[in-house]
């Protein structure tokens, strides 16, 4: 490998490192706070929850399935407009985040949703008992019960839009999918783009290795 190529990529990967990183934990966080109240009214409106409204949690189900089933590449595209309005560009880093973040949003209310039916109900059915109220029982027993359930889908979900984020780069989207494309696929430089899958493989195998250390730690079962 010649020293002008060593300097290119010392040039171009840290910040194309950074911009994937930046990609991915911002649209995890807006992801989780859109994710989060619709995982908690799927879990507490269900027929078997504390709230039932089988008809609101039919409709906000198959609005979440609907959410889930867009190819992330067609999403990407139809939301170009609504990108256009909230960033005022779709191309670059920060334009990718809103479509990453649509995308995640209903992966993370299933994750939501599963990590708090996994909750034994005599918990619940005890917090019923003593006279909690709905939003007690959600902040005192729904949510510190699943953390660890919620933060292993969470690094899942993390882990998926590292690789959303790759295929971004395809559509103008930036960081390290974007060296991919423009360097490793467009210009043939195979060096390159390998180097660029390394160092995605290696972020991902560290956002999973995190994720699974900080569940482990919030495991007290």
Do not use: C
Request: hydrophobic content about 50%; charged content about 10%.
């Amino acid at each position: 490998m010649s020293i002008e190529k060593i300097q290119q990529m010392l040039q171009i990967l840290p910040i194309e490192i950074w911009n994937t990183i930046y990609m991915v934990f911002l649209s995890t966080l807006i992801a989780s706070l859109i994710g989060l109240p619709l995982g908690t009214l799927l879990v507490i409106t269900d027929g078997k929850g504390i709230k039932p409204l089988p008809l609101f949690n039919k409709v906000l189900s198959t609005i979440v399935n609907i959410g889930r089933s867009f190819p992330f590449a067609i999403l990407m595209v139809a939301l170009i407009p609504f990108t256009r309005f909230i960033v005022g560009t779709s191309i670059g880093t920060t334009a990718t985040i809103v479509p990453l973040s649509i995308a995640a949003a209903p992966f993370v209310a299933r994750v939501i949703e599963n990590a708090m039916k996994e909750i034994d109900h005599g918990i619940i059915e005890a917090a019923q008992s003593m006279g909690s109220t709905t939003w007690e029982i959600i902040y005192k027993v729904l949510l510190p019960e699943s953390i660890p359930s919620i933060v292993s889908g969470i690094t899942l979900t993390m882990v998926y839009l590292v690789g959303y984020s790759a295929m971004a780069g395809l559509l103008g989207g930036g960081g390290l999918g974007k060296v991919a494309i423009q360097y490793g696929y467009q210009r043939y430089d195979s060096t390159l783009m390998i180097v660029t899958v390394i160092l995605i493989i290696f972020l991902v195998q560290f956002i999973q290795w995190a994720g699974n250390r900080i569940a482990s730690k919030l495991n007290k079962r």
